[in-house]
């Protein structure tokens, strides 16, 4: 009776583990899509003349690479992708990322703290309520234009 | 004929009773412990900074910013990741503080030279938090740089990109901080400033109210 009980509790473990991996896996890639896609896509309030951060997800469902080649917008002179990361102290850097590689059937996050789109030199200020306009360029050849809402 | 006071055959000499020797090790415990609970990591009464807030004015840290619990973080408006994050914390924590005016939510630039008063208004109008209990501050760089010293905030050019018309920009490493300070201007805790969930500033903050 204890080893019924003691099966019936390991399985249980499983099924939970799964459904909350299962979870996970649903949130970061979905298998229902082809080539490149964008999605959740959002950026930082920003005043004229600086600067403002975009994020994004990006998912490759095919079984190849690609990757990011370009990066342009309405909203400012200068479009990068950058990368933040931690220093020692509790410094925080920021670097330029010349080339973003999607790995095939995978999601990148663009996300705070990490990868982003840098807007640099915003043509205008914009708040919450506000969109711009940003166009993803793949060396597989997709170009993938994306209405990005501003929101703090 | 009245039954005499009960003390009245006390030996004066006699030891104090069991219950107050009990007692006043406790009471000094509890001292102990009440007077721990207030320590401090810095206390900054030492210091006059003459800083500017986004409007032009005059604020001098700490004396101004007493009497009110200071949730304080450190930008440049050259930065659109990080400090955006930490700017974007302030404004959450006040929000789940139901929007409350009983702390000041302050933001320090490390960049002065660049991050003048008009600048600063306009990068508060972006986020929405151009209005009370929201201040932005600048001042003299070498008064800031001193300041940032104590606070132990630090901060090195990194790397310079070009504008379309050649201009030079810098970005800066910097530390990445918020600062929980009482209404007497001492240090109550130092946390790390983006990555920090709100919830914690929120519930620390609130004790301080």
Not at chain 2, 71 to 77: H, R, S
Request: glycine share 8%; hydrophobic share 35%; proline share 6%.
């Amino acid at each position: 009776m204890y080893k019924l009980y003691a099966a019936l509790f390991t399985a249980f473990l499983l099924l939970t583990s799964c459904g909350s991996g299962g979870e996970e896996e649903s949130e970061s890639f979905r298998l229902d899509g082809e080539g490149i896609e964008v999605e959740g896509a959002w950026a930082r309030p920003g005043s004229e003349g600086r600067m403002s951060a975009a994020y994004l997800l990006i998912t490759n469902f095919d079984e190849t690479a690609d990757t990011l080649a370009s990066l342009e917008s309405d909203a400012s002179q200068l479009t990068e992708l950058h990368e933040s990361y931690e220093m020692e102290e509790g410094m925080s850097g920021m670097r330029e990322v010349e080339l973003l590689v999607i790995p095939p059937r995978s999601t990148v996050r663009l996300e705070p703290g990490g990868l982003h789109v840098m807007l640099i030199q915003l043509l205008h200020n914009y708040s919450e309520g506000d969109v711009i306009e940003l166009t993803l360029e793949f060396t597989g050849g997709q170009t993938i234009p994306v209405t990005v809402p501003i929101r703090p | 004929m009245l039954p005499a006071p009960k003390n009245s055959c006390r030996n004066p000499n006699r030891p104090p009773r069991l219950h107050a020797r009990i007692w006043l090790p406790i009471f000094a415990l509890f001292l102990f412990i009440a007077s721990c609970g207030e320590e401090r990591l810095d206390d900054y009464n030492d210091l006059s900074v003459e800083l500017t807030n986004q409007y032009g004015e005059a604020v001098t840290f700490p004396d101004d910013l007493k009497g009110k619990p200071v949730l304080m973080g450190f930008i440049y408006t050259h930065c659109p990741d990080i400090c955006s994050f930490i700017t974007a914390n302030l404004h959450s924590v006040w929000e789940e503080l139901d929007e409350t005016d009983e702390a000041h939510f302050v933001l320090v630039t490390f960049d002065p030279e660049r991050d003048r008063p008009e600048i600063l208004h306009n990068y508060a109008e972006a986020f929405d938090m151009n209005r009370s209990p929201f201040t932005f501050l600048t001042g003299d760089p070498d008064q800031v740089e001193a300041l940032m010293k104590r606070l132990g905030v630090r901060s090195q050019v990194s790397y310079t990109t070009e504008t379309e018309e050649g201009e030079e920009l810098y970005f800066l490493n910097h530390t990445d901080k918020i600062l929980l300070i009482d209404e007497n201007g001492r240090l109550v805790m130092d946390y790390g400033g983006s990555m920090t969930p709100t919830g914690i500033f929120t519930t620390d903050l609130n004790e301080l109210l």
